[in-house]
Structures are given as structure tokens and as C-alpha cells.
């Protein structure tokens, strides 16, 4: 008997149901038809043996650099207070008991040196000229110095703080014969070793405002020089602070010229004879 049927199913023509389609058991054998072949799962992905590593993002790279900039900043701006405060404090240290304000208490000496500055400032007095002035008179009115050095700056035939300080010393009755004029004085280190190898000065009394005097101890002790100080007058205007400020600058800069650069006075020359 030729049943339609099964010729279609011999003859292979027959379509797979919609439930295989359609994605039904693998593997399954249609009644009659042939064996539809089972779906292969795609293999695991391989784990490698050593993770790879995480690149930091650009974020975090500048942060990390800023972090360590900022640390260096700091340590610099620490090292830079510690020499500061140093080098102010090597000042006082060196002339603790060798700085006085009182004429009696000073020791006699041969010679006493006066730091030279301009005796006006923007067409008027300059106090710090004429307190300097005022405290050599005392000095050697007290009888405590035989002799007096007045040492500045002698840049111009217009500026002249040596012959200003003699005219005015001779003014208040110091014999200009006990007057020695240092015209080379361009700087406290400067004045102060061209005492002793110019003027062969070996124990010196300084005539200035205090905080000259400490620095111009130190430089003295420095190069061999047994000094001593006599503070003028001060000032504490406006115009005082800011002395006081470049004068923080000014120990930071003898601190290195003693310990470091081995500074020496710009002009040195022939040695110069003092009053006997």
C-alpha cells in the first residue's frame, strides 16, 4: 500500500517542525526525518596566567607630581627660614657682652671706627647719620678712643661719606688730626677687615646703631679682630623697619661671605699709618 506519507519520508523532503526551528532539543530525531545535529557551545575564554597591569589615568598622574612639588616646595621654604633665623641669631651670639649703650661701661680703646652713610635721605637729616655722629663725640669726649676711622662709600666726587662724617666730627670739636678717613668702606665687611690689614687695627671699638654692630662683631671674630661696640641712637620710624628688614638680608649675606664664599673687600691697597 503507497501511502503518501511515507513516500514524503523516504523521499527526505519532509520540513523539520517549527519547535526545531525554532530552536528545540538538540539532538533530537524527527519521527521519520533525519538527525538534526546538536549546537556546539563556542569555548571558554582562556584566563591568563598573570593579570595585566592597570594603567594609571592621567588624573592621577598629575595629582601624585603636584603632591610631591608642593613637598619640595615646603622643604625648600623650611631650609631658607632655618638659614635665615641662623645666621640672625650667629649675629647676637657673637657679640653677647661686647655691645654697650652706656660710655662708662666702655673699655679703653686705640681706635674706634665709624660706619659711614649718607647724611640726608630724600633732601632731609638722616638720623642715622647724625646718632652716629652724636655717639663718636661721646665716646671721645669720654676719653674711651684715641683715635677714629670713619669708613664709607666714596663712589662720586659727589658722594663722599667719609669727608661728610669728618666735617661734621671736626664740627663738634674732634681734632681733625685724630680723624682717619677710610674712602673704601663700600660694605661692614669691607670696613671692618680693612681696619686690621690696612690700618693695622687689631682691637677696634664699633660706632653704629646695634644691629650694625652685632653683624660688624661677627665679621670681626671671623678674621681676627678683638671688637667691641657702641650703640648709637636708633630709629623706629617707618624708614627704621625697613632697615631692620634688609638687615635680616644682610646677616644671611655675611653668614655665607664668612662660611662659605670667603669674601674680601672689593679694594684693598697699601697699608696706611694710624695716629700715634
Given at each position: 500500500m503507497d501511502r503518501p506519507f511515507f513516500r514524503s519520508a523516504l523521499s527526505g523532503n519532509r520540513q523539520p517542525s517549527a519547535r526545531v526551528r525554532a530552536g528545540g532539543p538538540a539532538g533530537?530525531?524527527?519521527?521519520?526525518?533525519?538527525?538534526?545535529?546538536?549546537?556546539?557551545?563556542?569555548?571558554?575564554?582562556?584566563?591568563?596566567?598573570?593579570?595585566?597591569?592597570?594603567?594609571?589615568?592621567?588624573?592621577?598622574f598629575w595629582r601624585r607630581w603636584l603632591k610631591r612639588l608642593v613637598l619640595a616646595l615646603l622643604a625648600v621654604a623650611l631650609l631658607l627660614v632655618a638659614v635665615v633665623a641662623y645666621a640672625n641669631i650667629t649675629a647676637v651670639w657673637a657679640s653677647r657682652g661686647r655691645i654697650f649703650s652706656e660710655v662708662s661701661e666702655?673699655?679703653?680703646?686705640?681706635?674706634?671706627?665709624?660706619?659711614?652713610t649718607t647724611d640726608r635721605?630724600?633732601?632731609?637729616?638722616?638720623?642715622?647719620?647724625?646718632?652716629?655722629?652724636?655717639?663718636?663725640?661721646k665716646v671721645?669726649?669720654?676719653?674711651?678712643?684715641?683715635?677714629?676711622?670713619?669708613?664709607?662709600?666714596?663712589?662720586?666726587?659727589?658722594?663722599?661719606?667719609?669727608?661728610?662724617?669728618?666735617?661734621?666730627?671736626?664740627?663738634?670739636?674732634i681734632p681733625a688730626e685724630r680723624?682717619?678717613?677710610?674712602?673704601?668702606?663700600?660694605?661692614?665687611?669691607?670696613?671692618?677687615?680693612?681696619?686690621?690689614?690696612i690700618f693695622g687695627a687689631d682691637t677696634v671699638l664699633f660706632i653704629s646703631q646695634r644691629f650694625q654692630n652685632e653683624r660688624a662683631i661677627y665679621l670681626a671674630k671671623a678674621h681676627g679682630i678683638n671688637a667691641y661696640?657702641?650703640?648709637?641712637?636708633?630709629?623706629?620710624?617707618?624708614?627704621g623697619l625697613k632697615?631692620?628688614?634688609?638687615?635680616?638680608?644682610?646677616?644671611?649675606?655675611m653668614w655665607l661671605d664668612v662660611n662659605f664664599l670667603n669674601t674680601r673687600p672689593r679694594h684693598l691697597g697699601e697699608r696706611e699709618q694710624l695716629p700715634e
Open positions: 533530537r530525531k524527527l519521527r521519520g526525518g533525519p538527525q538534526v545535529p546538536a549546537a556546539v557551545a563556542p569555548p571558554p575564554a582562556r584566563t591568563p596566567n598573570h593579570p595585566q597591569p592597570v594603567k594609571a589615568s592621567t588624573g592621577m666702655l673699655p679703653h680703646t686705640k681706635v674706634g671706627l665709624v660706619f659711614g635721605v630724600n633732601g632731609r637729616e638722616n638720623l642715622y647719620f647724625r646718632y652716629r655722629i652724636d655717639a663718636a663725640v671721645w669726649k669720654a676719653g674711651r678712643i684715641d683715635t677714629l676711622i670713619v669708613s664709607g662709600d666714596n663712589r662720586s666726587r659727589y658722594y663722599n661719606e667719609p669727608e661728610k662724617m669728618r666735617q661734621a666730627l671736626v664740627s663738634r670739636g680723624i682717619v678717613c677710610d674712602y673704601a668702606g663700600l660694605r661692614t665687611l669691607d670696613s671692618v677687615v680693612r681696619a686690621k690689614e661696640g657702641f650703640s648709637a641712637r636708633d630709629i623706629h620710624t617707618q624708614a632697615t631692620k628688614l634688609r638687615e635680616v638680608g644682610a646677616r644671611v649675606k
